[in-house]
């Protein structure tokens, strides 16, 4: 069975500044992965994914993530915080037709 | 257009009672998810229908919870006897397709449940 990691529960950025969130999987076949967002009391909204080809993968509000097979992991950035980012995150692999997520990071952003 | 819908958002039980909860997926969607969030933790999957045929019900934690999807559309997971330990948020999402690898699945908001 596929699996992510994600580590860090919290980080804490300031505005402006870069936000890096570590996703480590674990799969037996080329993976699926996808990074959701969470606002509060909403559902997980898809902020970008990888499937197959080009390793840095865009996505929305200015986040980006890049697959490194050699390390098992798929990080997500962004260069310059704002205080809409304000969420949690979830890394995700698909696991057949399933998605199985990590514990998520709650980000928070300081003025 | 529409997203996925679910109702109630909220719904407050009391142990032992039986509950009900919807979700709409986007029209024309083929694929439909169940997952439980409880809370701090990443959504776990619970069960998966293709149109009306539940094809995996392999995450659902025991006999008290039943999924259904009579029409191919709406579904419902119902639970029985709630216990406190049901308490979560409980996410539907739809695919278009048959659910191919990469497909995206489309979350709804989720109906949190707090089981006294």
């Known amino acids: 069975a596929q699996s992510v990691t994600q580590l860090g529960s919290h980080v804490s950025v300031s505005e402006g500044a870069l936000v890096l969130l570590r996703c480590n999987y674990s799969?037996?076949?080329?993976?699926?992965l996808f990074w959701y967002v969470q606002y509060p009391n909403q559902g997980l909204q898809l902020l970008l994914k990888?499937?197959?080809?080009?390793?840095l993968v865009k996505g929305i509000n200015g986040f980006e993530a890049e697959f490194k097979k050699s390390e098992t992991s798929f990080h997500l950035t962004k260069p310059s915080a704002h205080m809409s980012d304000a969420a949690e995150y979830f890394c995700?692999?698909?696991?057949?037709?399933?998605?199985?997520f990590g514990a998520g990071t709650t980000v928070t952003v300081r003025a | 257009g529409a997203g996925v819908s679910q109702s109630p958002r909220y719904k407050v039980a009391k142990r032992g009672q039986d509950v009900a909860l919807r979700c709409d997926p986007i029209?024309?969607?083929?694929?439909l998810f169940w997952y439980q969030q409880a809370l701090g933790q990443g959504p776990e999957f619970l069960t998966y229908?293709?149109?009306?045929?539940?094809?995996?019900k392999s995450g659902l934690p025991s006999d008290r919870f039943f999924a259904e999807r009579p029409e191919g559309s709406v579904s419902t997971l119902k639970i029985q006897r709630t216990q406190q330990e049901d308490s979560a948020v409980y996410l539907c999402?739809?695919?278009?397709?048959?659910?191919?690898?990469?497909?995206?699945?489309?979350f709804g908001p989720g109906t949190r449940l707090l089981v006294l």
């Open positions: 229908f293709q149109n009306e045929a539940q094809l995996d």
């Open positions: 799969s037996s076949v080329p993976p699926y």
């Open positions: 029209s024309g969607h083929v694929s």
């Open positions: 990888y499937t197959t080809g080009a390793t």
């Open positions: 999402a739809s695919s278009l397709g048959t659910s191919g690898r990469t497909e995206t699945q489309y």
């Open positions: 995700a692999v698909r696991d057949d037709y399933k998605l199985s």
